[in-house]
């Protein structure tokens, strides 16, 4: 036995210093939304079961975008894992820029992802990005206003009872304004949300020819009932508020209606909201054409092609995104805080289905159709986004030009000629027409 025993301890020994030695230091690039910012609090568990480190590189929503595209198409190497959505990974994916993620552990349990998400995030058939968290957009609202105003909140509002609503709770004198929407320039903030709000009122981004469709009625009826809307009920400088700003807005107090991402809802309803009382939900608005507003998004996990830590990256990303970690969640913050949108068994789950906007979120899900998004056939997938490789830099310049229009800096109509013109421009340059 004394002869065994120092074999086993070197053995021992070993294994510790090759455990040591296979453990990694890897970076993530992410958002600055707070489900992101809450992961990186319990970062330490995923070191404590795996020994590997995490590098976080967290930046605003658009600047995220530009860096972790720039970095890919030029293999750049920056990062181990990046946050994308459901624009970039079936591209990317495509072009094999993307680790695919067809390799995942039986217990990770990848057919418990809503087939919603997860076919977002694939490119024929197969995974390249794991969900954090899913969305769609609904109606948040002041319970407390909307009655001071003598009105009730239908669950399935229209866009005419919504502005109508806003004008009514605005008041001025003390700070707060009836509705708060984006209107921040880049493709997925306020691109996002006219896109998807254009929806609504039969525009489309092009015709079956790919020809660029700003020209129309129906896009002139968009842009000018969401200036209007905003002028009369809206915070000032709305033209530059986006997701974060228009949350702070909301939790200050600020606004009667926010329309927007449905991971809100925590935070309106959690510790840093002064009204988080006085909360209520809703669809968000049609105009009686058969299509709602709202828009179907994945903040998502994904590993670039080429980098030197695929193995440690992965059970990053089985961890972050695993029914584990949303019980991590729950245990320490409450049902109401976790990572929302992913997975099926969440909204099976007893204890789920009595947070007051789970229901409310999922059936804006489930009535989200990226095949089917607009009133006219159009050739492109996506609500909020046309999944062409150009879209994201022909809509950062439309949304530009939009933004300006918000700001009173061109009108309505010249803001739409020069959407038409930088569209067809660039398609025509990408040889679609």
């Given at each position: 036995m004394?002869?065994?025993t ?11 210093a ?19 910012i ?10 404590a079961?795996?020994?590997h ?8 929503e658009?600047?995220l ?20 959505g459901?624009?970039?990974t079936?591209?990317?994916?495509a ?16 057919d ?9 995030l694939?490119?024929?058939g ?20 909307m ?5 009730e ?11 109508e ?8 004198d ?16 306020g ?5 998807a ?6 525009a ?29 009920s ?19 107090g600020?606004?009667?209606m ?11 309803t959690?510790?840093?909201s002064?009204?988080?009382d ?8 049609d ?12 903040w998502?996990l ?11 990256a ?7 995104t695993?029914?584990?970690?949303i ?10 805080n976790?990572?929302?949108?992913a ?6 789950n007893?204890?789920?289905q009595k ?41 950062t ?7 300006a ?6 009108t ?22």
């Amino acid at each position: 036995m004394t002869l065994r025993t120092p074999l086993c301890m070197a053995s021992a020994a070993a294994i510790i210093a090759a455990s040591a030695a296979h453990a990694e230091t890897i970076t993530i690039a992410t958002v600055n939304n707070g489900d992101m910012i809450r992961m990186q609090g319990y970062t330490d568990d995923f070191t404590a079961k795996t020994g590997h480190e995490v590098e976080w590189v967290t930046l605003e929503e658009n600047v995220l975008r530009q860096r972790v595209t720039t970095d890919i198409t030029t293999k750049g190497g920056s990062f181990d894992i990046m946050t994308i959505g459901m624009y970039e990974t079936p591209i990317w994916g495509a072009n094999e820029w993307l680790v695919p993620l067809d390799d995942l552990s039986a217990e990770y349990d990848v057919d418990d992802i809503l087939p919603a998400m997860a076919g977002g995030l694939s490119h024929d058939g197969t995974l390249y990005a794991a969900p954090f968290y899913g969305e769609s957009s609904m109606v948040m609202y002041r319970t407390d206003l909307m009655e001071k105003a003598g009105l009730e909140m239908p669950d399935a509002p229209t866009w005419d009872f919504i502005r109508e609503a806003a004008a009514a709770m605005t008041d001025r004198d003390n700070e707060i304004n009836g509705i708060c929407l984006r209107g921040k320039a880049g493709w997925g903030e306020g691109g996002a949300f006219i896109t998807a709000m254009s929806n609504s009122f039969g525009a489309r981004w092009f015709d079956m020819d790919w020809n660029a469709q700003f020209d129309t009625e129906a896009w002139a009826n968009t842009l000018n009932f969401f200036k209007g809307m905003m002028d009369e009920s809206g915070p000032s400088g709305y033209a530059t508020n986006g997701f974060n700003e228009n949350l702070n807005l909301f939790n200050q107090g600020k606004c009667g209606m926010w329309i927007d991402a449905t991971v809100a809802a925590s935070f309106v309803t959690g510790d840093g909201s002064t009204v988080a009382d006085s909360v209520g939900f809703a669809l968000a608005p049609d105009n009686g054409l058969g299509k709602r507003s709202n828009w179907l998004w994945a903040w998502a996990l994904a590993i670039p092609a080429g980098t030197q830590k695929e193995a440690a990256a992965k059970q990053f990303i089985e961890w972050a995104t695993s029914k584990e970690y949303i019980e991590l969640v729950a245990a320490n913050e409450g049902w109401a805080n976790v990572p929302p949108g992913a997975r099926t068994s969440l909204y099976e789950n007893p204890e789920y289905q009595k947070v007051p906007f789970a229901q409310m979120t999922l059936d804006s899900i489930l009535s989200a159709d990226p095949n089917n998004s607009t009133v006219e056939p159009s050739p492109y997938v996506g609500i909020q986004f046309a999944a062409i490789p150009e879209f994201a830099g022909i809509a950062t310049e439309v949304s530009q030009e939009f933004s300006a229009a918000y700001a009173g800096q061109q009108t309505v109509e010249e803001a739409l000629e020069k959407a038409q013109a930088i569209t067809n421009e660039a398609m025509e340059a990408a040889g679609y027409r």
